[in-house]
């Protein structure tokens, strides 16, 4: 999203001791050095509300990610202890493992969280040159089956962790989170922990802004920032994934679910594009193809996600099959081919915004990028499931200050940085979707969106403010005319715009017809609930990110039906029967 305002907010809410016991600063909890659990039921002190972590080896918590039928990312990270001698049983195991500051740490999986069914153990040697970070991509395992892990290194074994294979031909039902714009300095994950207690979850999926760059006071001042200053350098962005990793509720979710994560701009700097930043400034920050270079260092050490391409970091657009109900699609629209943001030049109560003339009309411009549109294109085209789901950064419907007919110039528009900048690239989408030359369309699509900080619900279509349909355009009342649908999931603690009433978010509904639920002022996270019938969005909210609290209420509900491609009212769905037990 655009750049913060810089004027330090007020501190609300939360006593010193609440703060200790629920931020990286709280004294973490030490277990004693045991062999790992297939001996028999031992529990580590687990990464819960009263500390940072399970211990002070394992301080930032276990994680898993990318989940596909037979294997799945297990991650921790090792806080090498100064004291540990010769004498614990690691050592006296694995002999030179502490050598040029190495640490072998070793792995357990099984099918229960006493360990008694076990499935697969290890070690793994990890060392400063990847932050002592331990990713593990576990491989032989069962479709559609929950594993529980866990780790030891120098005498401290780690909390469990619970996670879950993808499964494999026929699926009848997935549940999962959906999160974005959790900022540390902003507020409390409390949207994290109550992911984190939901058992019957299939996976989390995260939009992006997992971690935000800027330094102490520069965007929210609840919490302080490690290190106190805008991250650039390696060693930063390390500190920083190190500090949002040490967070309880973060740990919580981490430790119950698999992730799976795409970045979006702050991740490296706000407005990232191609060659640059608008957060970047190249004569005090250095070259911006060596802070990227940073930042993915550091995100793929710290996260629970697979490297697709060694050679290029920044490629990171993926696909999961979650059987043949849903191929859920995630796309990097940041750092791969994403040509730079235009300025707008009408004034306008919200800021410079802009038609789809000039520059902004350049079919040449690209968001995704020549190599990625034909991936996206072919994964839409060819797949097989019943639902088509996009993972991505930014808002996909057209969102206008002032509403027109594309005959008439389309209107005008508010936001450069999401697909209005792009629309051109983003009509090649739609020429996808609706079949063009001969091909077939694409039924079932469904957008999952983050980055701006609020709760959106749309009918996608090209041409909102045209109310006729058989000319391409799109009916309001009954949704004909639209080609897809899309939920935009509010922040985690980021800020929205303050609209207690909903005045801000009415205003814009004459200019946006497509849009059937607009919540500019809450934070929390989507719950989407999909089997073949229908796939439904609920929109969960907490009450507050300014301090601890464990109140979440659901704030709206709606789902697309098989074949409709639009919106509509609906109802909270029913928890998944029987899900495996949490991990301790």
Not at 106 to 132: I, Q, S
Not at 147 to 157: E, H, K, L, P
Not at 366 to 378: H, M, P, R, V, Y
């Amino acid at each position: 999203m655009g750049r913060p305002s810089h004027v330090k907010p007020q501190r609300t809410g939360t006593s010193r001791r609440e703060f200790f016991k629920r931020s990286a600063g709280g004294a973490a909890m030490v277990v004693a050095a045991t062999p790992l659990v297939p001996m028999g039921g031992l529990s580590a002190a687990s990464a819960d509300r009263s500390g940072a972590g399970a211990n002070t080896v394992f301080q930032h918590g276990v994680a898993s990610g990318d989940p596909l039928q037979d294997r799945v990312i297990l991650w921790t990270r090792v806080t090498p202890r100064l004291d540990a001698t010769e004498h614990d049983a690691d050592e006296r195991e694995d002999g030179d493992a502490r050598r040029d500051g190495k640490v072998m740490v070793h792995f357990v999986v099984a099918l229960d969280p006493l360990f008694k069914r076990l499935v697969t153990r290890g070690k793994f040697k990890t060392g400063p040159e990847r932050d002592h970070t331990v990713k593990l991509d576990v491989t032989g395992l069962r479709p559609d089956t929950t594993y529980y892990y866990q780790f030891r290194a120098q005498g401290a074994i780690s909390a469990i962790g619970r996670t879950k294979t993808l499964p494999q031909g026929e699926a009848k039902h997935l549940r999962m989170a959906v999160v974005s714009c959790s900022n540390f300095a902003y507020g409390y994950f409390n949207a994290y922990r109550q992911i984190a207690e939901r058992a019957d979850l299939d996976m989390v999926v995260h939009l992006g802004d997992y971690i935000y760059e800027y330094g102490d006071g520069q965007y929210g001042d609840v919490r302080p920032c490690e290190p106190a200053h805008e991250i650039v350098s390696l060693a930063d962005y390390r500190q920083r994934h190190a500090q949002y990793k040490r967070d309880a509720d973060s740990q919580a979710m981490h430790r119950q679910h698999p992730l799976i994560a795409i970045w979006d701009d702050h991740e490296t700097a706000n407005n990232a594009w191609l060659d640059g930043a608008e957060n970047h400034q190249t004569d005090t920050e250095g070259a911006w193809p060596e802070r990227v270079k940073a930042a993915l260092q550091a995100y793929y050490e710290w996260m629970p996600v697979r490297v697709v391409d060694p050679a290029n970091l920044r490629r990171n657009s993926r696909s999961f099959a979650f059987g043949n109900l849903v191929d859920l699609i995630m796309l990097e629209e940041r750092l791969g081919a994403r040509a730079q943001q235009l300025d707008g030049s009408i004034p306008t109560p919200l800021g410079l915004a802009f038609t789809q003339t000039g520059a902004f009309a350049d079919p040449t411009r690209q968001l995704l990028g020549a190599e990625e549109e034909t991936w996206l294109f072919d994964k839409l085209r060819t797949s097989t499931a019943k639902w088509k789901v996009l993972g991505q950064g930014v808002m996909f419907a057209q969102l206008k200050v002032r509403g027109a007919p594309n005959a008439l110039g389309g209107g005008i528009f508010f936001n450069s940085d999401q697909w209005d900048g792009y629309q051109p690239a983003r009509n090649r989408i739609y020429d996808v979707i609706k079949g063009v030359n001969g091909a077939k369309p694409v039924n079932n699509v469904v957008v999952l969106t983050g980055d701006i900080h609020s709760a959106w619900a749309a009918d996608l279509t090209q041409d909102p403010n045209n109310p006729e349909p058989s000319l391409g355009g799109y009916n309001p009342l009954t949704g004909e005319g639209s080609l897809a649908v899309e939920f935009v999931g509010t922040s985690v603690s980021s800020p929205g715009v303050s609209d207690p009433t909903g005045a801000v978010a009415n205003s814009l509904k004459p200019a946006n017809p497509h849009f059937k639920h607009i919540d500019l002022d809450k934070r929390g996270y989507m719950l989407i609930d999909a089997n073949a019938q229908r796939c439904v969005c609920e929109f969960w909210q907490v009450d507050t990110a300014a301090a601890i609290s464990n109140v979440q209420t659901l704030g709206a509900v709606f789902e697309v039906r098989d074949g409709l491609n639009r919106l509509q009212v609906s109802s909270i769905t029913v928890p998944k029967a029987n899900p495996a037990k949490l991990a301790p």
